[in-house]
């Protein structure tokens, strides 16, 4: 029998770059090698003790049921209070909407606002689910490819070329995943200047908020102005900030209309995000935050040694990441070369390499829109970061 075809949308899409990635390396722990890691996108801490308590708590109390499809009320207020003394930003426990992690809020945002071939100016290199995320939702990603040169962040001149009448959004990533680059203020304010000209909306994921260095500050593009900020949908999650990556919480803070719109859309789709986790994030969100401190000060400590072990390498190289966990390293100068006898010709194939006789797990860049590049994650500890560079410098010391 022959079956009738999939939809368009199941044959284009290509599964998630740095999760295939990383279930072959934890493969290949279990199989007994000794793999050192660097593709994880996740914290390497535990969660919290408090924040555990809060959801054993829940369920001992018998918070098992559905709750509003949106989010718990409690949780809601948590999120605005947030927002109000981190941001600056003033919003309504019903502009938010509480989803399963930032990649499902991402998911609502663009089935809300896009319709068959509205655009969406996606810089690169950007996080690896935005273009599928839109493809998935009717919309065309617009990649624009951002320079080294500018901190790979998006300029005036570049947006204003990308812009078109079927511009429906730009996607903002700061702190980014990959590169670690943080916008600016005034850099914010020439976009938010061509989005208000323009009329297109701003989707802000700001899921690395808390884990920035060098004394850098983020900055909502939200928070310039009422106007802009009826244009912006953030995204946020407990994820990153918290490492609570498993338990999926992420949120959104937009105009009523869309939030309404989301909050419809995701009560047919998946109904309430998990009750107890829901609870756990109010502890999160509430609670004591010197927890982030803690981890972002070890975070930044493993960064200033990765940063400064790469750019003393041999034909790599990384601009300093500011935020997030990644350093993001041009490898083109590896490209051409041999490793016993097999010429490297993209990042792919380096990666592979390096896999399987340094047994070294990191991202290549194609996923990202950035063939040239690499991503090592220093999400893992001081030792195995050690023991791994030490792998990737014997690694490229033997391309001839
Ligand atoms: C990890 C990540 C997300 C998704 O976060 P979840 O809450 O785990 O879904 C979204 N955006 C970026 C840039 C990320 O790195």
Redesign the pocket.
Known sequence: MVFKMLSQKALQITPSPTLAIDSKAKQMKAEGKDVIGFGA??PDFDTPVHIREAAISAINDGFTRYTPASGIPELKKAICNKFFKDNGLSYEPQQIVVSN??????DNVFAALLNEGDEVIVPSPY?V?YPELIKLNDGIPLVVKTKKENGFKLGKAELEKAISPRTKALII?SP??PTGQVYTRSELEEIASLALKHNFYLVS?E??EKIIYDGKEHFSIASLGEEIKDLTII?N?V??TYAM?GW???YTASNQKIASAMADIQSHATSNPNSIAQKAATAAISGPQDCIEEMRQSFEKRKDYMYQFINNLPLVSCIEPHG?FYAFVDIKETFSRNFRGIKIENGNNFAELLLEHYTVALVPGDGFGAPDYIRLSYATSMENMVTGLERLKSFLSELI
Request: net charge positive; no cysteine; aromatic share 8%.
């Open positions: 996108g996740e992690g930032a990649k499902h809020s991402l996080w689910s990533n980014s995943n994921d899921v690395y995204v999650a994820s990153k990556t999926r919480i992420g997030a």
